[in-house]
């Protein structure tokens, strides 16, 4: 069975603090993905890594960086966290080629920055 | 203007009732996906399709390539019905990624 796990459900963090989400999918997936989700605007790209070490930016990446070192696993980190940053923090992860792969998407971390 | 617009933002149905939900796009696309999510967050895929009509169960999606439109139909609904549907776009290249739309919230009332 199909399986992206997140480190956390939930998180609360302080204005400032390093954050670690991390993601990994037992799928040998090439692609993985970061989104944000915030009522009314649906899921918007933060970051996607399409192999090891590689990575693009995507819609929001201000305020965060990425790190791949293994196929399974996609780390998201907020720099200094902000209060900006309350938000739903969903990853996901497919096999490459075009739009036409389904991403089978984690359950979801969702953040408060006090 | 959103690249993907979805209506009716919100949609209350009585048990059993026939629903609709509809995606319009402004992009060249690859594949058109239907996700559900349930409240707790998880996001699961529903179909991915590029061309006519597929059916799982109870649920029925359509797409017309020419108008740019796709529709996602359950047949008697059921208070587990009760989700957000989001349609996403495919834009093709190798990435694999999506233009999602912000979604419908339905609540089927028993």
């Known amino acids: 069975d199909v399986k992206v796990t997140q480190s956390s459900r939930y998180l609360v963090k302080r204005t400032g603090e390093k954050v670690f989400l991390e993601c990994v999918q037992d799928?040998?997936?090439?692609?993985m993905f970061w989104y944000r989700q915030d009522p009314g605007l649906g899921l918007r790209l933060i970051y996607f890594s399409y192999d090891v070490k590689m990575k693009e930016k995507g819609d929001i990446p201000e305020g965060y960086s990425v790190s791949r070192e293994k196929k399974e696993r996609f780390s998201l980190i907020l720099e200094s966290a902000s209060t900006n940053q309350t938000s739903m923090y969903l990853c996901?992860?497919?096999?490459?080629?075009?739009?036409?792969?389904?991403?089978?998407f984690g359950p979801g971390t969702r953040l408060l920055v006090l | 203007k959103n690249e993907v617009e979805q209506s009716p933002q919100n949609l209350t149905a009585q048990e059993g009732e026939f629903i609709t939900i509809n995606c319009s796009y402004s992009v060249g696309i690859s594949a058109l996906h239907w996700l559900q999510q349930h409240p707790g967050g998880g996001i699961v895929s529903l179909f991915m399709?590029?061309?006519g009509k597929k059916k799982h169960g109870r649920l029925i999606a359509t797409i017309n390539i020419q108008e740019k439109h796709s529709s996602l139909h359950i047949t008697a609904s059921h208070p587990r019905d009760s989700a957000v549907y989001i349609c996403?776009?495919?834009?093709?290249?190798?990435?694999?990624?999506?233009?999602f739309g912000t979604g419908t919230l339905l609540a089927v009332q028993p």
């Open positions: 996901a992860s497919s096999l490459s080629s075009g739009g036409r792969r389904t991403q089978y």
């Open positions: 799928m040998d997936h090439e692609n």
């Open positions: 996403a776009v495919g834009y093709g290249g190798a990435t694999n990624k999506l233009i």
């Open positions: 399709l590029s061309s």
